[in-house]
């Protein structure tokens, strides 16, 4: 069962333009979300993370908002760039507890 | 340089013949973990450490081993490789309690 859904597998977007991944859970036990970024051929790579106590947290041109109510979290990247081009995954956990639940990824692709 | 090294990057095998990918880290971290990335689902686990002596299965652990005899290594061993194991593995580490993972660059492993 599949707890950190990310629907729309792909985005293409114009440089310059607003970029906005979606991600939803079910577990009302998480309480802490992060963003991770993949380029082809290399490991995930920590992006943004926020916790349950907030509701935004920003990172340059990372933005990510948490709606603890609708169990749904977004990551906003703002402006886009060709470097952002990349497999982005949601995760979230329980603080405390190591293990991450992941989603299946989105792929996002920047127009120059 | 804080990191998680996996070798081999690339492996072509045949089925059945065992197999070790190697998993160490320089960061004194407690939580080790094994991932698989495949089209469409994203990255699951297969295993994971919270210490040494200390492992647990994920969620997908069929046909896979651990061991952590020392605090940095966390070997995958595949006792009967099958072509359903083909697939992008990411070993992964973090500190107790801490979420935020640091990945390795990923073995591709293709079982013919």
């Known amino acids: 069962d599949q707890q950190v859904k990310q629907n729309s597998p792909s985005l293409s977007v114009q440089e310059g333009r607003i970029s906005i991944l979606n991600c939803d859970y079910t577990n009302s036990m998480f309480d802490y979300f992060l963003w991770y970024k993949k380029y082809p051929a290399e490991g995930p790579t920590f992006l943004i993370s926020?916790?349950?106590?907030?509701d935004k947290n920003e990172d340059g041109r990372f933005t990510v908002f948490l709606n603890k109510s609708a169990k749904h979290l977004s990551l906003h990247i703002v402006p886009s760039q060709p470097g952002d081009s990349a497999v982005y995954f949601c995760a979230a956990s329980v603080w405390g507890n190591n293990r991450l639940a992941f989603g299946k990824g989105n792929q996002v692709v920047v127009i120059p | 340089e804080a990191q998680v090294t996996q070798n081999p990057r690339y492996l072509i095998t045949v089925t059945g013949k065992k197999l070790t990918v190697t998993c160490s880290q320089n960061m004194n971290h407690e939580y080790m973990s094994w991932y698989r990335q495949d089209p469409g689902l994203g990255l699951r686990q297969i295993y994971y450490?919270?210490?040494?002596?200390?492992?647990d299965k994920g969620d997908v652990p069929e046909g896979y081993k651990v061991s952590r005899k020392e605090k940095r290594n966390f070997p995958l061993i595949l006792e009967s490789p099958s072509p359903n194991q083909t697939s992008l593995y990411f070993c992964?580490?973090?500190?107790?309690?801490?979420?935020?993972?640091?990945f390795g660059s990923g073995t591709r492993l293709t079982v013919v």
């Open positions: 450490s919270m210490n040494v002596e200390v492992t």
């Open positions: 992964a580490s973090s500190s107790t309690g801490m979420p935020g993972y640091t």
């Open positions: 926020i916790s349950s106590i907030k």
